[in-house]
């Protein structure tokens, strides 16, 4: 079992920045396959990123690619995203998600069995 925390989010203007934290706990957070989704406003939760259990693979959805970067600290615990050239259609509630030995193109939530609790992402325009 890991258990996930995330941190970060807040209201940035269009084409700001903000830094996204997930803080892992329990299990060998280099075990898991981590992954951010996003759900914004009546809208289904969608995958927005995943890194493999070395950091060395990344694989985004085509919306984010080139503004966002996913990355990990396993010596930390920590899960981050960073975000670049906000856009208000960013705006979302960010969750965190792992998935143990799991493959960093898996971008259903079906296949992740571990999620935090969420951090508000807001761009205004």
């Known amino acids: 079992q890991v258990q996930l925390v995330e941190s970060g989010g807040g209201l940035v203007q269009a084409g700001g920045s903000l830094r996204l934290s997930c803080a892992a706990s329990g299990r060998p957070f280099s075990s898991y396959t981590m992954a951010w989704f996003r759900q914004a406003p009546g809208k289904e939760r969608e995958f927005v990123a995943a890194?493999?259990?070395?950091?060395?693979?990344?694989y985004y959805i085509d919306s984010v690619k080139g503004r966002f970067n996913c990355s990990r600290d396993n010596a930390k615990n920590t899960l981050y995203l960073q975000m670049n050239s906000l856009k208000p259609e960013d705006t979302a509630v960010y969750y965190c998600?792992?998935?143990?030995?799991?493959?960093?193109?898996?971008?259903?939530?079906?296949?992740?069995?571990?999620w935090g609790q969420g951090t508000q992402v807001t761009v205004s325009s």
């Open positions: 890194i493999g259990w070395i950091g060395h693979t990344t």
């Open positions: 998600a792992a998935n143990r030995y799991g493959s960093v193109s898996s971008s259903g939530q079906s296949e992740y069995a571990h």
